[in-house]
T-cell receptor
Framework: DTAVSQTPKYLVTQMGNDKSIKCEQNLGHDTMYWYKQDSKKFLKIMFSYNNKELIINETVPNRFSPKSPDKAHLNLHINSLELGDSAVYFC?????????????FGPGTRLLVL | GDSVTQMEGPVTLSEEAFLTINCTYTATGYPSLFWYVQYPGEGLQLLLKATKADDKGSNKGFEATYRKETTSFHLEKGSVQVSDSAVYFCALVSGGYQKVTFGTGTKLQVIP
């Protein structure tokens, strides 16, 4: 069974479009995250939710809006896509938000904006 | 703010060579330290971690010791294999909340 899954795996779209990426975890974890990995492999946190409540919101354009319908799901909606949004987006989860906890990552969604 | 500095890659080693990937950090308080590994085309997965000073994390032959006096968490393996080829990320979490700060990653290539 996949612990953290993301769909789609690949996403190719035109500038200006709106798209969503879905994430689900079946680990029973309370906390979920979205990360962006650029072409140089640099990884940066975007958002974090704990029990459906936003707890980390880094400096991310407001075109990016996370939605957590329940604690097993954290979706990422992106409006008006730009070329610079091209990256790999990773979802992750952890048991809770304390600092010792391991994060479990999904396989990533490779977004290419043309 | 918190930061993690890793040695730049790529690192190319022959099979059975000794591996060291340096990692130093700056953080407020007492962070937890992690090494994550990313195999080609996959997400990150935890390799090992240490949550307090002098702790040693170990897994799959890899080791790292939390050194508070030198603010370091260097990754070592005595004999690398081709299957260890991946990108290795040093990371820290401090301040209670799970806001992870990652290093820039070090690509390791092991050749037969």
């Amino acid at each position: 069974d996949t612990a953290v899954s993301q769909t789609p795996k690949y996403l190719v779209t035109q500038m200006g479009n709106d798209k969503s990426i879905k994430c689900e975890q079946n680990l029973g974890h309370d906390t979920m995250y979205w990360y962006k990995q650029d072409s140089k492999k640099f990884l940066k946190i975007m958002f974090s939710y704990n029990n459906k409540e936003l707890i980390i919101n880094e400096t991310v354009p407001n075109r990016f809006s996370p939605k957590s319908p329940d604690k097993a799901h954290l979706n990422l909606h992106i409006n008006s896509l730009e070329l610079g949004d091209s990256a790999v987006y990773f979802c992750a989860s952890s048991q809770d938000e304390v600092q010792q906890e391991t994060q479990y990552f999904g396989p990533g969604t490779r977004l290419l904006v043309l | 703010g918190d930061s993690v500095t890793q040695m730049e890659g790529p690192v190319t080693l022959s099979e059975e060579a000794f591996l060291t990937i340096n990692c130093t950090y700056t953080a407020t308080g007492y962070p937890s330290l992690f090494w994550y590994v990313q195999y080609p085309g996959e997400g990150l997965q935890l390799l090992l971690k240490a949550t307090k000073a002098d702790d040693k994390g170990s897994n799959k032959g890899f080791e790292a010791t939390y050194r508070k006096e030198t603010t370091s968490f260097h990754l070592e393996k005595g004999s690398v294999q081709v299957s260890d080829s991946a990108v290795y990320f040093c990371a820290l979490v401090s301040g209670g909340y799970q806001k992870v700060t990652f290093g820039t990653g070090t690509k390791l290539q092991v050749i037969p």
